[in-house]
């Protein structure tokens, strides 16, 4: 199997382990929830910082790992 394949049940798609910063989709991926609650979080005001880039949203790696200690902090 090369590294761009996965199977069911694998740990979240690490081909972007190098990446500075993830698309949303890459982050939801990476994260294990779907865009549609991610954009419900976003909505709430609880989602990650993004930045935009060219016509591109992203949310880097930093912005990525503040996101997952605040959802851990407020056990949300």
């Known amino acids: 199997m090369t ?4 199977n069911m049940g694998e740990k979240p798609d690490d081909r972007d ?3 500075d910063a993830y698309t949303i989709p890459e982050f939801c991926r990476r ?3 779907s ?3 991610y954009y419900k979080l976003k ?5 990650p910082r ?4 060219g016509t591109k949203v992203l949310i880097s790696k930093e912005a ?5 200690r605040h959802r851990e902090q ?3």
């Open 3 to 6: 590294r761009l394949q996965t």
């Open 17 to 19: 382990d190098d990446a």
């Open 31 to 33: 994260h294990r929830i």
């Open 35 to 37: 865009e549609s609650f």
């Open 43 to 47: 909505a709430r005001d609880l989602g």
């Open 50 to 53: 993004t930045m935009a880039v």
């Open 64 to 68: 990525a790992a503040e996101w997952r």
């Open 74 to 76: 407020s056990g949300k």
